[in-house]
């Protein structure tokens, strides 16, 4: 009896574990330039929001950084870089178009992948 007490333990807490770290998709993006061509995506892991960024130019640069949840001085949700100096942070359209922007404005607009 105290096996499969042990054994149901262990399960629950294998099944809690793997609800934890699926990772949820907000969405995916393409940037093409000539300077800066990448891929973009803003997903959700174990409770903590994340950008993930792949260079096209150079295929094995990429970049993963924590975002913070927020929401602008108009009511819009915005997904910030925690410590940013120009205040970097990354605005969803209601087209679906991710605009990347800064204390001065939008810097640069990627659109969705399908």
């Known amino acids: 009896m105290k096996k499969l007490t042990i054994l149901l333990i262990l399960f629950s807490l294998f099944i809690s574990t793997q609800a934890l770290a699926e990772k949820k998709i907000i969405g995916n993006w393409v940037l093409n330039d000539k300077y800066a061509g990448r891929t973009i ?7 903590q929001i994340y950008i993930f960024c792949k260079f096209h130019s150079e295929g094995s640069r990429r970049t993963y950084n924590k ?33 990347i922007r800064d204390k001065l404005g939008v810097v640069d607009v990627a659109q969705p992948v399908e």
């Open 41 to 47: 995506e803003i997903y959700k892991e174990d409770g």
């Open 67 to 99: 975002l913070i949840k927020a929401t602008n001085s108009s009511g819009k949700t915005i997904y910030k870089l925690p410590n940013s100096y120009m205040e970097d942070h990354y605005l969803i359209t209601k087209n679906n178009w991710l605009q």
